[in-house]
């Protein structure tokens, strides 16, 4: 099986982060921002698989589970956080919710 | 003795009712607390050395601890009084002398706004001082010493709207002030090196360990000088107790009588033990004290107003005391302290009698005839000037002044030299009062003196109160119609009694010439030594110093009385005081320490702090101030609020980091 040579493994982790970030900058609801955060989070996990490959270490799949791990982490507080606040703003525009200066 | 703290503690307990509680109380309440409070620390007094006549304790003294103050380590100041003789006459002297002055008070201040403030006030003066007195520890009389301070400044400027009463209030506070830092400078070392502060084990430890003359013992007792030379106005830090006048007449009868400028000579005699290690301070207190005598009595020779007179009279007496203090005569300082408030507080009340009768007119020159308006106020205030001058039928004064001529008579060759200017001292005290005694009272009523600018006639710029209070003027009429006649009732019991004390006051001490009594003198011996006697003089020798001495006292009368004509004639004739020669205004400005004190004091550090107020070290600290309101306003845009730009600020910054990771 012909490996995928290891520069454009590292394109594409770089892709999908600068995707991601962008999606941050970009999106104002705040699900959203969430989603793309996770997908710079899968970036970084695609690097590390590319570069375990290419130096053939498992020490960069090792990483991945970590990272899915505290993704898993990340997106259940992230979602329970934007869930009490729906709930009591009925909003998740996050300039509304932040630039206003109020708590 | 376990009740002892009443006495401290009762007018402290009116101070505290009548600061509450005054505002919403009637004038006749307020006068029974303030007046009954004293007047039951009077009956507490009367009786705590009753106790101790009867039955003296053993050691000479009882000491009753209340409780410890602090405690740390082996230092463990506690809160005791002590009651021995010293402090048994001090007692006697400031509660029943500030019993009279509360009761003249009650009148004198009638319909006066404040009136509950002026008894608060009072209440607290005499209960400082009584703590001050009967304190068994120098921290605790430290904590009535400045007590004493405050009222001297809260009474002073009682009549605070006048900007220039609260000037003299800031001045006295201010110099006496020098006076308490020397002394705590004092305290500290004598806790320090001896690790206590009682009293008596200061003076038991001292003498043990400190040997005569040594720096030590010299430095504590130049120290504790310092503050008795402040609070009891001496040279050079004197010049608060004329422009103290600036209070209501008791407040000045109370500070030079009973209480305040006395704090320093008790504390000298309190302390004594360390005095006799170290004679060199002794003996500057004897040249303080005459100088203070002739600065002051020369002074008095030339002021227009009346109470001004008097203070610079004050500041003459208390020399005397020093100069007793300073040749080791303690109990002669204590006698002539117990004397002089007798006539000084007699003359103060008599005065305030006068000034009220010619409507808060303090200038001599405009008044003049009282003798016939006010002739009761005309008798005591005599019987208190001759007692002042040391001249019969009054023996107060000539008791207590012979014992301590005398006594610096015997201190050696130098003494006799100390013996001529105390006399010459006598005689210009009575030049000065006899000056003041025929201008006010002799003659015919002047009215207004010829000169426009009354105000200008009073050598510090002291004027007679305004006449912004209008109620008190509203008094007056009442009380110019009342003293038409007489003081009234309850202003002339007071004068009555203080006139009686000043008659019979010297059979406390009388001189051996005319039989002997030596009973203040022998009741004092158990806490203040006879002191050192270069050698006894032969009775002759007694006499006929006493005869040098009162000659010189009646030979100020016609001096007096010439020098009150001449001055009469300058002031009212020839264009006021500015007309009187350039050595007189010199005397009436209290010999130019003001002038002095004014130029290389004040006018400095006013300067200095003018130049201070704009200096590098505020630069640098506004500097940074600036500098960070600066920084504030440049960035207070990136904290907006806005998660995204947040997000991009970090996305922003972590780029930055990886091109300089890579790049550099």
Request: hydrophobic content about 55%.
């Amino acid at each position: 099986m012909a490996s995928v040579p290891f520069e454009y493994g590292l394109a594409v982790a770089g892709i999908l982060f600068i995707l991601g970030l962008a999606g941050v900058l970009v999106r104002r609801n705040l699900l959203f921002i969430l989603l793309c955060v996770e997908i710079m989070l899968n970036a970084a996990g695609l690097a590390f698989i590319v570069a375990g490959a290419r130096w053939g270490q498992a020490d960069g799949q090792v990483m991945f589970i970590f990272l899915l791990s505290m993704a898993a982490a990340e997106v259940a507080v992230g979602l329970a956080l934007i869930l009490l606040l729906y709930s009591r703003r009925k909003d998740l525009d996050s300039d509304a919710l932040g630039g206003s200066g109020r708590s | 003795m376990s009740w002892m703290w009443l006495i401290p503690a009762l007018p402290l307990l009116g101070f505290l009712v009548l600061a509450v509680l005054g505002r919403s109380m009637h004038w006749a309440v307020v006068a029974a607390v303030g007046t009954g409070s004293v007047g039951l620390s009077m009956l507490a007094a009367v009786a705590a050395v009753w106790g101790f006549w009867v039955s003296p304790p053993a050691g000479g003294s009882v000491t009753l601890t209340l409780w410890d103050w602090v405690r740390a380590g082996s230092f463990s100041p506690s809160v005791s009084l002590t009651l021995d003789a010293l402090s048994a006459v001090m007692i006697l002297v400031v509660t029943v002398i500030g019993f009279l002055i509360h009761l003249y008070s009650v009148r004198f201040m009638a319909g006066e706004e404040g009136y509950s403030r002026f008894f608060a006030y009072m209440n607290l003066f005499v209960g400082s001082m009584l703590l001050l007195v009967l304190a068994g520890n120098l921290l605790l009389l430290y904590l009535g010493w400045e007590g004493v301070g405050l009222c001297s400044y809260l009474l002073i400027g009682f009549w605070y709207s006048d900007p220039e009463n609260g000037r003299s209030a800031r001045k006295a506070f201010i110099v006496t002030r020098i006076g308490d830092v020397a002394l705590v400078i004092g305290l500290f070392l004598i806790a320090t090196n001896l690790g206590s502060l009682d009293i008596q084990e200061v003076a038991r430890k001292a003498t043990a360990s400190w040997a005569p003359g040594s720096a030590i013992a010299v430095a504590a007792a130049a120290l504790i000088l310092g503050g008795a030379v402040g609070k009891s106005a001496q040279l050079p830090l004197h010049t608060w107790l004329p422009d103290a006048m600036a209070g209501p007449s008791p407040v000045s009868a109370l500070i030079h009588a009973a209480t305040m400028v006395t704090a320093g000579v008790y504390l000298i005699a309190r302390t004594h033990a360390l005095f006799v290690l170290a004679p060199d301070v002794m003996t500057a207190t004897a040249i303080i004290g005459l100088a203070g005598v002739l600065v002051a009595g020369f002074s008095a020779l030339a002021q227009t107003n009346i109470k001004r007179v008097l203070a610079y009279s004050t500041m003459s007496q208390l020399g005397y005391m020093f100069l007793a203090l300073g040749v080791g005569a303690w109990s002669g300082a204590i006698f002539h302290l117990v004397t002089h408030a007798f006539f000084k507080s007699l003359l103060f009340l008599a005065a305030g009698v006068v000034i009220l009768a010619m409507n808060h007119e303090h200038d001599i020159f405009a008044m003049g005839g009282l003798a016939r308006k006010t002739p009761y106020t005309f008798w005591t205030f005599l019987l208190g000037a001759l007692a002042l001058t040391a001249l019969p039928p009054t023996t107060a004064g000539f008791a207590s002044k012979e014992l301590i001529l005398s006594r610096v008579w015997e201190s050696g060759p130098g003494g006799r030299i100390l013996w001529v200017l105390g006399v010459l001292g006598v005689f210009v005290t009575s030049v000065y009062t006899f000056r003041l005694l025929f201008t006010v009272f002799g003659g015919e009523p002047r009215g207004a003196p010829a000169h426009g600018s009354g105000r200008g006639a009073h050598g510090g710029g002291h004027g007679p109160k305004p006449a912004a209070h209008g109620s008190a003027a509203g008094k007056e009429g009442l009380a110019a119609g009342r003293d038409g006649r007489q003081a009234g009732v309850v202003m002339g019991v007071p004068l009555a009694i203080l006139a009686v004390l000043c008659i019979v006051g010297g059979f406390l001490d009388l001189p051996r010439t005319l039989g002997g009594s030596p009973f203040i003198t022998r009741f004092l011996e158990t806490s203040l030594p006879a002191g050192t006697r270069a050698g006894e003089m032969p009775l002759s020798t007694d006499s006929i110093l006493q005869i040098v001495s009162e000659a010189a006292s009646l030979l100020g009368i016609p001096v007096g009385w010439l020098v009150s004509r001449r001055a009469i004639r300058v002031v009212t004739q020839t264009g006021g005081p500015a007309a009187r020669p350039a050595f007189v205004r010199f005397f009436s400005g209290g010999m130019g320490f003001d002038w002095l004190y004014e130029r290389a004091i004040v006018r400095p550090f006013v300067w200095l702090w003018n130049v201070n107020k704009r200096d590098a070290a505020d630069r640098i600290s506004d500097g940074v101030g600036g500098l960070s309101m600066l920084l504030s306003r440049a960035f207070r845009w990136t904290q907006n609020g806005r998660v995204r730009w947040y997000a991009a600020g970090v996305a922003v910054g972590a780029a930055l980091v990886i091109a300089a990771a890579v790049l550099l």
